[in-house]
């Protein structure tokens, strides 16, 4: 499982700004520090969307290597919410 989540770093803590979902109390995780200032907020929040689009991606690799499989038009209506795309 991936799962982006930005925060802040002051006083030698990491405060996040949600709290992740289905992470067990033991998780490991990588942090990343950003140069204040240098990234744009609206192109954070792509980035994130974008990892966590690799993570989708590999969830279905591992779906499909599990032989577990769903109808296309499932994948294309996920699609079409998330990115608010019509056909």
Do not use: C, H, W
């Not at 709290?19 to 907020?41: M, R, Y």
């Not at 690799?54 to 577990?68: C, P």
């Not at 294309?76 to 919410?81: A, L, R, S, T, V």
Request: hydrophobic share 35%.
């Amino acid at each position: 499982m991936l799962k982006t989540i930005e925060g802040i770093y002051q006083n030698g803590q990491i405060e996040l700004t949600e709290l992740p979902q289905n992470v067990s109390e033991q998780t490991q995780v990588l942090v990343t520090f950003l140069e204040p200032g240098k990234i744009n907020p609206a192109k954070l929040r792509q980035l994130i969307e974008q990892l966590e689009t690799i993570a989708g991606i590999q969830q279905g690799f591992d779906e499909l290597n599990a032989g577990k499989s769903r109808p296309i038009g499932n994948f294309i209506e996920e699609m079409q919410n998330k990115y608010d795309i019509s056909s």
